[in-house]
């Protein structure tokens, strides 16, 4: 009986080790993917800025060649 209760304690151990191990994995996970949807967010703006600033006035454009 008690080579059971300690093999069952031995297993538990065991376990929990593999779910500290699990956790720590996903608490890095979820702030790697904060950062990214960080990340994301900015170059998303600068994508959104720079597309604005390619298009020059109606005054600036120089006029067609049949003009």
Known sequence: MD???TELEIRLT???DT???LNQTIIEQHKLI???QLQISILEKKLKAS???NIA???EETPP???
Do not use: C, N, T
């Open 3 to 5: 080579e059971r209760i």
């Open 14 to 16: 065991h376990l929990e």
């Open 19 to 21: 779910i500290d191990v």
């Open 34 to 36: 904060d950062q990214l």
């Open 51 to 53: 597309a604005a600033s």
């Open 57 to 59: 006035h109606e005054s």
């Open 65 to 67: 060649p049949h003009y």
